[in-house]
């Protein structure tokens, strides 16, 4: 399969590119970056691959059969549906748009397209959380709440790996984004009852540094969510999974009990890596031609509560 990875030199780009690595009977026959020095260093490490600035021009190329977009938050919906338009199957990054309308237009247009159109919600392949879907699965979990810390320090407008970025992330579109899409996953359920507050906008950033959200479920499950972008230490996503049959604490890839003993994950999945395990989902559900597990469809509630939430911020000031 010819995969088009777009965004290819930036901190997820290069992440899918080591995943895609791992990965068997695949070729990266496009890349996509922005800049000339960075492209030149992409046509080094991959010298039999179209490599290029232009989305367009990739799309237009027969070689290229699934593409991987690991752009900006605003350019997702667009990019995502011109993928389905060229006839090519997507990968998008989370969120797969950061207004309801485009999430809306997204999947109406993969139903009438029928290609494989998929979101990152990487916490759903994380071998931490599948542990506990299966567990839930199976009966032998029950959550009373997930309490979600979502911490980073960025005061500037940089990305992952430190280095300045083009445009602004978003707490809630991008950051709440996995945990709602992951409570709702985990419970089976759409938030019926939601809270939100945001602290004071950034004069520069000009978003909220820092929110607090609160989901519960018709089974009466709750999620508290807090995020910031103004905490100075270790930064990253931790889950408590507070359940009737004990407490488990994911840390991405890895999962403790409550007294941070870790748990054996090995069996769970053919990886630890949730980037490669989101990638190979997708690889599969090309070929099998099925609905992956985070299809756009089944994501878009996350958006539709996202959108709800908004409108709370938006009122509460």
């Known amino acids: 399969m010819n995969i088009c990875v777009v965004g290819a030199s930036g901190a997820f780009g290069t992440k899918h590119l080591e995943a895609l690595a791992q990965i068997e009977d695949i070729q990266i026959s496009a890349l996509v970056a922005s800049e ?15 490599i290029s600035n232009s989305l367009a021009d990739a799309l237009q190329r027969d070689d290229v059969d699934a593409v991987i977009l690991a752009t900006p938050t605003h350019l997702h919906a667009s990019q995502a549906m011109d993928c389905l338009e060229a006839g090519k199957h997507v990968l998008v990054e989370i969120p797969m748009a950061d ?8 999947v109406e247009l993969q139903k009438q397209t029928g290609l494989v159109a998929m979101a990152g919600h990487t916490r759903r392949f994380n071998p931490s959380h599948q542990w506990i879907h299966n567990k839930i699965q199976a009966g032998e979990l029950h959550i009373q709440q997930m309490d979600v810390q979502t911490y980073f320090f960025r005061r500037t407008n940089t990305n992952a790996k430190g280095e300045p970025r083009t445009w602004t992330d978003h707490l809630l579109w991008h950051h709440a984004c996995h945990t709602v899409d992951l409570f709702q996953y985990q419970t089976g359920e759409q938030a019926s009852q939601l809270q939100a507050m945001q602290g004071p906008i950034h004069p520069t950033l000009g978003i909220a540094m820092d929110m607090s959200i609160g989901l519960k479920v018709p089974s009466g499950a709750l999620c508290t969510l807090s995020l910031s972008f103004n905490n100075d230490g270790p930064f990253g996503t931790f889950f408590r999974y507070i359940c009737e049959e004990g407490t488990y604490i994911a840390r991405y890839d890895d999962l403790f009990d409550g007294y941070d003993n870790p748990v054996d994950l090995s069996g769970v999945a053919v990886s630890n890596n949730g980037i490669e395990l989101i990638d190979r989902e997708f690889i599969r559900a090309i070929r099998e ?26 009122h509460n000031g």
């Open 36 to 50: 000339a020095d960075k492209i030149a260093v992409l046509g080094e490490q991959y010298p039999h691959a179209f």
């Open 99 to 106: 207004n309801i309308d485009d999430a809306r237009r997204l």
């Open 289 to 314: 031609q099925q609905e992956p597990n985070s299809s756009v469809a089944q994501c878009l509630g996350a958006m539709e509560t996202l959108h709800q939430l908004e409108q709370l911020l938006n």
